[in-house]
C-alpha cells in the first residue's frame, strides 16, 4: 500500500496561467475525490470519480476547472486562466466503495499547495 | 458549504489530559467521520460512525454520536504531544438530507504541551 500521491508538492503560478495536478491513488480504489482547503478552513468538495465515470461535481467548480481520469486510474485537475482566489490546497482521496454515498474511509494524498501570484 | 461545526476552534492542554471535541450538524446522516491533519498535510481518517451506532472506540479515541441532538464528540485519553493536530469532523447526508459526499467542518486544533 503506496498511499495516495500527488504532485507536484507545491506549485507557484502568475495570475492567468494554466496549471495541471496529478493525482495517484491507492491503486484497488475505485473512487476518487478532489478537495480544496484554505487556511483555517476545512476541505471543500469539489469533484468525484468512480472508476473513470465523473459522479459529482461541486457548484463550486467554475468552468476553469476540469478533471480527468482516463482510465480509472491516476487522475487530473487543471486550472485555467488562474486567479489569485484558487490559491489553495489541493487534496485528493480515494477509496474503496459501492452503492450511494461515500459509506468507507477516504485515504487522502499530502495535498498540492497552489500559489497565484 | 459546511456542514458540521466543530467546538471549540482551538484547545490548548497539558500531556496526558484528556481532550474532547464536539462536532454539531445540521440534516440527517448517513454516517460521520473524524480525521486529523497535522500542519501542511493531508488529513488520516481515524473513525467512522455509522447513523445508528452511538459510540465508537479506537485505541485511545473514543466517539459518541447523538442524532437527536445531531451531534458528535471526540475524546482522547491520556494526550500526548504528538496528537497536536488539526481534528476535522465529516458527514454523509442521507438523500433527503442533502450532500452524500463527505462534508467537513472547519476543524478543532488541538495542541498538546510536553
Known amino acids: 500500500d503506496t498511499g495516495v500521491s500527488q504532485d507536484p508538492r507545491h506549485k507557484i503560478t502568475k495570475r492567468g496561467q494554466n496549471v495541471t495536478f496529478r493525482c495517484d491513488p491507492i491503486?484497488?480504489?475505485?473512487?476518487l475525490y478532489w478537495y480544496r482547503q484554505t487556511l483555517g478552513q476545512g476541505p471543500e468538495f469539489l469533484t468525484y470519480f468512480q472508476n473513470e465515470a465523473q459522479l459529482e461535481k461541486s457548484r463550486l467548480l467554475s468552468d476553469r476547472f476540469s478533471a480527468e481520469r482516463p482510465k480509472g486510474s491516476f487522475s487530473t485537475l487543471e486550472i485555467q486562466r488562474t486567479e489569485q482566489g484558487d490559491s489553495a490546497m489541493y487534496l485528493c482521496?480515494?477509496?474503496?466503495?459501492?452503492?450511494?454515498?461515500?459509506?468507507?474511509?477516504?485515504?487522502f494524498g499530502s495535498g498540492t499547495q497552489l500559489s497565484v501570484l | 458549504s459546511q456542514q458540521g461545526e466543530e467546538d471549540p476552534q482551538a484547545l490548548s492542554i497539558q500531556e496526558g489530559e484528556n481532550a474532547t471535541m464536539n462536532c454539531s450538524y445540521k440534516?440527517?446522516?448517513?454516517?460521520l467521520q473524524w480525521y486529523r491533519q497535522n500542519s501542511g498535510r493531508g488529513l488520516v481518517h481515524l473513525i467512522l460512525i455509522r447513523s445508528n451506532e452511538r459510540e465508537k472506540h479506537s485505541g485511545r479515541l473514543r466517539v459518541t454520536l447523538d442524532t437527536s441532538k445531531k451531534s458528535s464528540s471526540l475524546l482522547i485519553t491520556a494526550s500526548r504531544a504528538a496528537d497536536t493536530a488539526s481534528y476535522f469532523c465529516?458527514?454523509?447526508?442521507?438523500?433527503?438530507?442533502?450532500?452524500?459526499?463527505?462534508?467537513f467542518g472547519k476543524g478543532t486544533k488541538l495542541t498538546v504541551n510536553p
Open positions: 482521496a480515494s477509496s474503496k466503495g459501492q452503492g450511494r454515498g461515500t459509506n468507507e474511509k477516504l485515504f
Open positions: 465529516a458527514t454523509v447526508s442521507t438523500p433527503q438530507g442533502g450532500s452524500e459526499k463527505l462534508v
Open positions: 491503486s484497488e480504489h475505485n473512487r
Open positions: 440534516t440527517s446522516i448517513n454516517n
